[in-house]
């Protein structure tokens, strides 16, 4: 029992499960070759629901058919403002005919809902709609703000929270809950990312004749073997860590000819690849960068025909929030409360919207929600309702406890 069991009582469960699948079977997957792939009916409709409930809601396209949705509830006084995060994008489904269940069907089996988004992250969404809800309808007197961000684009380059904070919305959050499937653990830490493009030109030439020509394949090889002894060296001078596990260096996408239509008997032009580094505490991207570029110089002093270049095309850093931070033991209380038990700590292994509200506006952020962490973007996502239903009551509480402390 707690002082707030009349918000429990308010949460409508079987409005929370319906609501969650009438998201999951808006397809908001974003392709911009495909007019109205976009996240603008799942915002619209989210705004409807907010403006049904008499919540204050604001609407805003960060670009045409790119919007964010922003709730606002305020208390009966000033205060602390507590902010719920959760993104409408999706990515795709792939080949529908893996999937056992309809990938947008929203269809309910063994407990679950199953559909893309269903747990990365429209069920969170959902819960954290509901919770805010519920503390209104209960009539429950609190000082301070509950803000909802609802962006787009938190799968691409995370525009819709980057807008969210250039509109100044984040400028008076004081904590930030951000809804992603982590199965109700308390993730207190995020993996920092670098994604690098890289360029290693060469000289065209017939492949019966490669002497004629510079081969840029033979030169990427070679940078890709320095590059995966700076990741074993990272890792060694790191170790792993407790809650984020290993550094990491990945190349992830490879062309050669970087444009145009390859042949097996035409030595390409130029060599492109994409790198995917993700970074823990103890590692500093700027440090990374100048390593990077003295093996870019290294191999040019060992091969005058090494020609190559990178450039870093979006960087976001490691986050952590101390575990006595009001966020924190905030969500930590509501955790007890709600299941009885010692919550689970641990760490985020990628970056989510959370990460540029604690870089840029330094917002302390805690990571939870329901859903199985591995298995956002898989075939057959599911979110299981009893833990969603679990993560609103969560949320709740939370929120309460957060805007009470001082």
């Given amino acids: ?24 079977r808006i397809r908001s997957v974003y392709d911009p070759d495909k007019e109205g792939a976009n996240e603008y009916e799942t915002a619209r409709f989210i705004e409807a629901f907010l403006k049904k409930e008499g919540i204050e809601v604001h609407f805003q396209e960060v670009v045409p058919g790119r919007p964010n949705v922003i709730g606002i509830i305020n208390g009966i006084n000033k205060g602390k403002t507590i902010l719920f995060e959760g993104h409408t994008d999706v990515v795709t489904e792939g080949d529908p005919d893996e999937w056992q269940h309809d990938p947008f069907g929203a269809e309910i089996a063994d407990g679950k809902i199953f559909g893309r988004g269903a747990c990365d992250t429209k069920g969170n969404v959902a819960a954290a709609i509901f919770a805010a809800k519920a503390i209104k309808d209960s009539g429950t007197a609190f000082n301070g703000c509950i803000l909802l961000c609802i962006p787009c684009d938190e799968e691409g380059m995370m525009i819709g929270i980057k807008d969210f904070i250039a509109q100044g919305w984040a400028d008076h959050t004081d904590g930030a809950i951000i809804c992603e499937p982590e199965e109700n653990q308390l993730c207190i830490l995020q993996k920092g990312a670098m994604r690098i493009e890289i360029s290693i030109t060469g000289k065209q030439s017939h492949g019966a004749m490669p002497l004629t020509g510079i081969n840029p394949n033979w030169r990427l090889a070679r940078l890709i073997s320095r590059l995966e002894r700076l990741e074993a060296e990272e890792k060694e001078r790191i170790g792993v860590h407790e809650y984020l596990g290993w550094p ?29 580094i993700r970074t823990v505490p103890g590692q500093e991207h700027a440090v990374l960068a100048d390593r990077i570029e003295e093996i870019f110089k290294e191999l040019g002093e060992e091969d005058p025909d ?37 919550p689970v700590f641990n760490g985020v292994p990628g970056a989510t919207d959370g990460t540029f509200l604690s870089a840029l506006k330094n917002i302390p952020v805690v990571v939870t929600g329901a859903g199985n962490r591995l298995i956002p973007h898989h075939v057959d996502e599911y979110v299981e309702i009893e833990e969603l239903i679990e993560a609103c009551r969560i949320y709740a509480l939370a929120a309460m406890n957060f805007l009470e402390t001082n």
Avoid: C, H
Wanted: without cysteine.
């Fill in 248 to 276: 990491s260096i990945t190349p992830t996408i490879i062309r050669s000819p970087a444009k145009g239509e390859a042949q097996i008997n035409v030595v390409p032009g130029e060599a492109y690849m994409a790198l995917d």
């Fill in 306 to 342: 090494f020609r190559g270049s990178f450039r870093i095309i979006e960087e976001r850093p490691w986050t952590e929030t101390f575990r006595n931070d009001p966020i924190v033991t905030s969500v930590a209380k509501a955790y007890r409360d709600v299941t009885g038990n010692d």
């Fill in 1 to 24: 029992m707690t002082k707030y069991d009349k918000i429990i009582e308010m949460i409508d469960s079987g409005g929370l499960i319906r609501f969650a699948q009438d998201l999951i």
